[in-house]
């Protein structure tokens, strides 16, 4: 059986690119960046510390 665990999704505003990222662990958070490099890398840098500190099952 499969089930979702991780869903990302990246919006574009006049000013801004946001990343709104929803996981079983960590709920739903959004960040925000001038540049997808930047919204991009907060988004790596959160889900590395969230799966890091997941127990395996």
Do not use: C, H, K, N
């Amino acid at each position: 059986m499969q089930e979702l665990i991780l869903s990302v999704e990246f919006l574009r505003s006049r000013q801004s690119i946001i990343a709104r990222v929803m996981s079983e662990a960590g709920g739903t958070r959004e960040y925000s960046a001038p540049s997808a490099e930047g919204v991009i890398e907060q988004v790596v840098d959160d889900l590395r510390e969230e799966f890091e500190s997941a127990p395996v099952e």
